[in-house]
């Protein structure tokens, strides 16, 4: 292959064939004119970017244009090589990536005449960074492919220009679909044609589906608001309009916007753009700032108070009070400083409050008293509030009837606290939940806290939960009724009673009470020691008339034994008949022990009554004591022929008064020796329990029936009933055996049998 001449490409061989020196005129015109056709070929292709190529399959040569050599930065100088060598340099240009596409597409054409048209980024041999288009064509011979021939186009700027497109287009969506607003875009028919996600949030419509729609779809009152006029005329008129109308959404209900619409031309066709806000919340907010205002203005029509705009010069700005609350005349103030009408020291302070109101920004209130011309002193509160950085507002509000109120409420409850605290009753005041709201520094004593501390607390905190439980059931009670309830309860050994007052106010029940509780326990203490004395009373007089019963019978039959057989014994010494002497004598003997022994136990019980009976326990040999007592009567005893047995082996110590202990046994044993009958026995036994010693003394007597033995031990039913051998008893020994033993603090008893003998029994505590 020859060298190409200077300023020749390569590509230019395939025409110069021939002899020079043979041309004739007609083939140099030729020639000529397929020069300027060629190098027109390469100004144009220069300009567009576009280079040429061609492989020749059976030579394997390709052919490159000189826009083909530029776009790789080749130099086809020095780059001359036509085989595959060109075709390998020319993949190393594409990215490593891409470099099996193309050859494969390369291929195919080549193999199975499979055109391709493909786009790919393309590193130069500069190091320039492009975008190429690459394109190849088969060209058959004899039906095979003999050569392929192609394009390499440089696209850069058209990419860039799709990128930018690409990239404007995401930049109008994204701010399309971001947009708050609803965005519509119409043409000058009304139709949609184009709109953003918020359209389709807010309408309920896919988008789909509101490209298919005109704006009058949507408001209702559009064709009303249009009447006659056509779409066309009413849209042409648009330069830029804000409205409010009302949308129709896809479920049916309607919901207030604002469209702002305004003519947009895009080339030669106009279009509207309409931007929709939905106003339901601004219209709520409107109308219930329409509805505060109403309400701001009727509170303020009704306030009773002078209210008045002050500006920080202390200028009058603007008032609102009736006209009898006003002593000056609205001409008099307004416009004119407070120091102009008011008095100097009324004007300083107020200034004061202004100056501090507008710079901390914060409520002043203030009271005052000021003369009004024709009245006396009256008193005013003042609310200062800031209006503005400049202004302030103030009410005035007249007091003077508030504070006469207050002082008499004053005095009144001063008064009702001096009566609360000056009695030693509990006094307090609970509403419906037994909480305390007051109570006097009595009851809070009685609670062991303070007035302070007990206001506030529940009754279940200073009260046993089931005395707290009645007393707030009474509370609803008084309060649901409205009558007043009397009680009583008992805490820790103390009685209350209490009254519990349903408190009304203008004859109408309130939701308090007044609870009014005394400490009752002395009194109660007092009725129940009036009872026992009333009980001991009579139980007392009941004595008497059994004491005054036996002083009259028993000492009565004894003294007149003694008298008449004393009589008897007179006349037989008289007459000297001494045969009956000894017998009259024993009988006046009988009698005179009898009324001894009355007399020691009427002196002993009687005593014991009164109390001038002296109680000395002390430990005692309780066995010696019984054995002692026991030898005292066996001589009487063996008068009967009865034996007396004591059957006390072991010895037992008690605590006990020696005295009454020995009264109480000789009591016992003189009565089962007299109901024994002659030939009988009395035994004597003891024994110990872990808290007791018991002593038993049984006879073999008479016995006693049980209708008596209920009379035993009993003043007002004493028994007594003649022994075996007619003796008489006083009927004092049991009553006086159980006196001295409840001493003790041990116990007395009985058992029998009619005919069958008695047994008698009493306990003495171990200590």
Request: net charge negative; with cysteine.
């Amino acid at each position: 292959m020859s060298e190409p001449k200077k300023g020749q490409h390569p590509s230019k061989e395939v025409i110069e064939t021939g002899d020079p020196g043979n041309k004739s005129a007609e083939h140099k015109f030729c020639e000529e004119a397929l020069e300027r056709m060629y190098d027109l070929l390469q100004t144009t292709q220069q300009l567009a970017k576009i280079g040429g190529w061609e492989w020749d399959i059976d030579t394997e040569t390709m052919i490159w244009t000189p826009e083909t050599y530029r776009i790789h930065d080749f130099n086809p100088v020095t780059f001359q090589v036509r085989n595959q060598d060109l075709i390998d340099a020319s993949i190393q240009c594409y990215l490593p990536s891409d470099r099996e596409t193309i050859l494969t597409a390369f291929k195919k054409c080549c193999e199975q005449g499979i055109p391709y048209d493909l786009e790919f980024p393309f590193i130069t041999a500069t190091g320039r960074h492009i975008w190429i288009r690459t394109i190849g064509r088969p060209i058959f011979k004899n039906g095979s492919v003999a050569r392929v021939s192609g394009n390499i186009i440089d696209i850069t700027e058209q990419k860039r220009k799709d990128e930018a497109l690409q990239l404007s287009e995401m930049k109008y969506r994204a701010i399309m679909d971001q947009a708050v607003e609803m965005i519509f875009l119409h043409d000058m028919k009304g139709n949609i044609i184009e709109v953003n996600q918020a359209a389709v949030n807010r309408t309920g419509y896919s988008a789909e589906e509101l490209l298919k729609m005109s704006f009058r779809d949507l408001e209702p009152g559009a064709r009303e608001r249009m009447k006659d006029r056509s779409v066309e005329d009413e849209l042409g008129k648009i330069k830029h309009e804000t409205l409010e109308v009302v949308h129709r959404h896809k479920d049916g209900t309607l919901y207030p916007v604002e469209v702002s619409a305004g003519k947009i031309e895009l080339g030669d066709t106009a279009y509207i753009l309409a931007l929709i806000r939905d106003i339901s919340a601004r219209k709520k907010v409107e109308q219930a700032l329409r509805e505060s205002e109403q309400h701001a203005r009727a509170l303020i029509a009704a306030i009773p108070d002078m209210i008045f705009q002050v500006n920080a010069d202390g200028v009058f700005l603007s008032y609102k009070a009736a006209k009898d609350d006003l002593y000056l005349t609205p001409e008099m103030f307004i416009g004119r400083s407070i120091s102009e009408v008011m008095p100097a020291w009324f004007a300083e302070l107020t200034m004061q409050k202004i100056r501090e109101t507008l710079k901390g920004q914060f409520i002043q209130i203030y009271e005052y008293e000021l003369p009004i011309p024709g009245k006396e002193i009256e008193q005013f509160e003042c609310r200062m509030v800031p209006y503005s950085e400049s202004e302030i507002v103030a009410i005035i509000r007249n007091i003077t009837d508030k504070k006469i109120i207050l002082r008499k409420l004053f005095e009144s409850e001063t008064n009702a606290r001096a009566i609360m605290e000056s009695t030693d009753d509990f006094i307090i005041l609970l509403n419906r939940e037994g909480t305390v709201l007051d109570t006097n520094e009595a009851h809070a004593r009685r609670m062991q806290m303070t007035r302070e501390e007990m206001v506030g607390k529940n009754l279940f905190d200073f009260l046993p939960a089931a005395i707290a439980e009645k007393r707030l059931t009474l509370i609803r009670q008084s309060l649901d009724t409205g009558k007043i309830i009397h009680g009583e309860d008992v805490r820790n050994g103390m009685y209350n009673e209490y009254v519990i007052y349903p408190i009304h106010y203008q004859n109408e029940t309130t939701d308090k009470v007044g609870v009014f509780s005394r400490d009752v326990t002395r009194q109660r203490q007092t009725l129940e020691a009036l009872r026992c004395s009333e009980t001991r009373y009579r139980e007392l007089n009941r004595m008497k008339d059994k004491f005054l019963s036996i002083i009259a019978h028993d000492l009565k039959n004894p003294f007149n034994a003694i008298i008449g057989f004393s009589d008897v014994l007179k006349e037989r010494i008289e007459e000297k008949d001494y045969q009956e002497v000894g017998k009259y004598a024993g009988i006046i003997h009988e009698s005179s022990n009898r009324i001894l022994d009355l007399l020691t136990n009427l002196l002993d019980w009687s005593r014991s009554q009164t109390g001038k009976m002296d109680f000395n326990p002390e430990y005692l040999d309780l066995t010696r004591l019984i054995g002692d007592v026991a030898s005292l009567l066996e001589d009487s005893a063996h008068q009967k022929s009865i034996t007396v047995v004591n059957n006390i082996t072991r010895k037992y110590i008690v605590s006990a008064d020696g005295p009454m202990i020995s009264t109480v046994v000789r009591n016992l044993i003189s009565n089962a020796v007299k109901f024994t009958k002659p030939g009988g026995a009395v035994t004597i036994t003891a024994e110990q329990t872990p808290a007791d010693v018991i002593v038993t003394i049984r006879d073999t007597g008479v016995g006693i029936d049980q209708a008596s033995l209920g009379k035993l031990f009993r003043i007002d039913e004493s028994y007594s009933t003649y022994g075996t051998a007619k003796e008489k008893g006083t009927g004092l020994g049991l009553i006086l055996c159980k006196e001295f033993i409840d001493k003790h603090g041990g116990k007395i008893w009985a058992k029998s049998e009619a005919g069958s003998g008695s047994a008698f029994s009493f306990s003495l505590p171990v200590q």
